[in-house]
T-cell receptor, first 115, second 113 residues
Framework: GAVVSQHPSRVICKSGTSVKIECRSL??????MFWYRQFPKQSLMLMAT?????????EQGVEKDKFLINHASLTLSTLTVTSAHPEDSSFYIC???????????FGSGTQLSVL | GESVGLHLPTLSVQEGDNSIINCAYS??????FIWYKQESGKGPQFIID?????DKRQGQRVTVLLNKTVKHLSLQIAATQPGDSAVYFC????????????FGKGTLLTVNP
């Protein structure tokens, strides 16, 4: 069945390095994907909307040059955290919507820890 | 009972009891609402949804109630089980699309055996 696969599930990196997180739709084509960030004991905050073949739309306060989003195909969106700093440490979650009226599906999340 | 923690309200119930989790949503223009369950270290899992033209919808062991007058949503879980322990979020489509969601604060449900 339709699943959203997110990889990696956990990543630890040094401050100043860049980290790429992948979000794949399996068994369906995702015209739109969403990226969320979640700090401990808090809710999911929408960072950006990723549309296949066009530029992502970022929410207010999210730096587009720091959080690069690429949605180059109907099954893959990537989020790159550039020049990561400890304050970027968080749980990042993607979700994907298909071309019909299907339910929004979520990935399993990526725990990013920046040392 | 229910209490408000630093960021996350908590609800503690006994196994077998019914649980009621409440949510106040923010946008009167929202017309689609969803409840999600999130276990530690995992992504949200869909539980049940409701559209604004309804005030009640039932699933397996779960019921969602919508009161548009006071912008209130509730999730009722019947015969709560230890496996129901998780954080529960309500979400609304305040962006106009079914998919662009705004999440509520969440409630941590703990089921005691």
């Amino acid at each position: 069945g339709a699943v959203v696969s997110q990889h990696p599930s956990r990543v630890i990196c040094k401050s100043g390095t860049s980290v790429k997180i992948e979000c794949r739709s399996l068994d369906f084509q995702a015209t739109t994907m969403f990226w969320y960030r979640q700090f401990p004991k808090q809710s999911l905050m929408l960072m950006a909307t990723s549309n296949e073949g066009s530029k992502a739309t970022y929410e207010q306060g999210v730096e587009k040059d720091k959080f690069l989003i690429n949605h180059a195909s109907l099954t893959l969106s990537t989020l790159t955290v550039t020049s990561a700093h400890p304050e970027d440490s968080s749980f990042y979650i993607c979700s994907a919507a298909g071309t019909g009226n299907e339910k929004l599906l979520f990935g399993s999340g990526t725990q990013l820890s920046v040392l | 009972g229910e209490s408000v923690g630093l960021h996350l309200p908590t609800l503690s119930v006994q196994e077998g009891d019914n649980s009621i989790i409440n949510c106040a949503y923010s946008n009167s223009a929202s017309d689609y609402f969803i409840w999600y369950k999130q276990e530690s270290g995992k992504g949200p899992q869909f539980i049940i949804d409701i559209r604004s033209n309804m005030d009640k919808r039932q699933g397996q062991r779960v019921t969602v109630l919508l009161n548009k007058t006071v912008k209130h949503l509730s999730l009722q879980i019947a015969a709560t089980q230890p496996g129901d322990s998780a954080v529960y979020f309500c979400a609304e489509n305040s962006g106009g699309s079914n998919y662009k969601l705004t999440f509520g604060k969440g409630t941590l449900l703990t089921v005691n055996p």
